[in-house]
């Protein structure tokens, strides 16, 4: 079955940028819509940006104009690029496949805080 390893997560202050990589473990990555979603603590998990085989894009209202997703299909990765960070952003972070793939990966801790 496929794995997700996502990565790039961290301490990062108020206003601050990070940028998530999730690689997938499958030859035919590039056919597939890729997801990131976040879930904070006592919440559940939500979607947070979306990027189709073709390259279109839509993000959740909370990202927008703030974070950007892009794929790299050579390299089996998806990023998330996340800008202008807010405490409410803090949350384990993890990508899927759309339809999601069975085994989620173990995410990548994001902790925005001064």
């Known amino acids: 079955q496929v794995q997700l390893v996502e990565s790039g997560g961290g301490l990062v202050q108020p206003g601050g940028s990070l940028r998530l990589s999730c690689v997938a473990s499958t030859s035919i990555f590039s056919i597939y819509t890729m997801d990131w979603y976040r879930q904070a603590p006592g919440k559940q998990r939500e979607l947070v940006a979306r990027?189709?085989?073709?390259?279109?894009?839509n993000y959740a209202d909370s990202g927008k104009g703030r974070f950007t997703i892009s794929r790299d299909n050579a390299k089996n990765t998806v990023y998330l690029q996340m800008n202008s960070l807010t405490p409410e952003d803090t949350a384990v972070y993890y990508c899927n496949a759309d339809p999601a793939w069975a085994a989620w990966g173990q995410g990548t801790q994001v902790t925005v805080s001064s």
């Open positions: 990027i189709t085989s073709g390259g279109g894009t």
